[in-house]
Nanobody, 111 residues
C-alpha cells in the first residue's frame, strides 16, 4: 500500500520561499503521475502542480513562474519548490498519487 508523507511547510513572509517534499513508501514513484494540491480555509481543494512519469509538468496559472515541481526517483520523493510566496498561497498542501493522499503540510504566508 502506498503511503505519502508531506513535509517542509511552515510560516514565511511574503516574498519568501519554501520547499515541500512528498515522500512515498510502499511503492516506487518512478512510473506514477504525482500532483500537489492545496486547500485554503473555506475553499475547495485545487491542483497547483503536477508531474507525469516521464517528467512533463503542469502548473496552475496562479503559481506559474513561482513554483517548480520535480522528481527524485532515487529517493522516491517529489519536491515542490515555492518561491515569491504570497499571502494567497496560504493553505494546507497535499500530494496525491492515484487514489492516495498524504496528510498535508501547512503553509502560511504573512504579509
Amino acid at each position: 500500500q502506498l503511503q505519502l508523507i508531506e513535509s517542509g511547510g511552515g510560516l514565511v513572509q511574503a516574498g519568501g520561499s519554501l520547499r515541500l517534499s512528498c515522500a512515498a513508501s510502499g511503492r516506487t514513484l518512478r512510473n506514477l503521475n504525482v500532483g500537489w494540491y492545496r486547500q485554503a480555509p473555506g475553499k475547495e481543494r485545487e491542483l497547483v502542480a503536477g508531474i507525469t512519469s516521464d517528467g512533463r509538468t503542469y502548473y496552475a496559472d496562479s503559481v506559474k513562474g513561482r513554483f517548480t515541481i520535480s522528481r527524485d526517483n532515487a529517493k522516491n520523493k517529489v519536491p515542490l519548490q515555492m518561491n515569491s510566496l504570497e499571502p494567497e498561497d496560504t493553505a494546507v498542501y497535499y500530494c496525491k498519487i492515484g487514489g492516495y493522499w498524504g496528510q498535508g503540510t501547512q503553509v502560511t504566508v504573512s504579509s
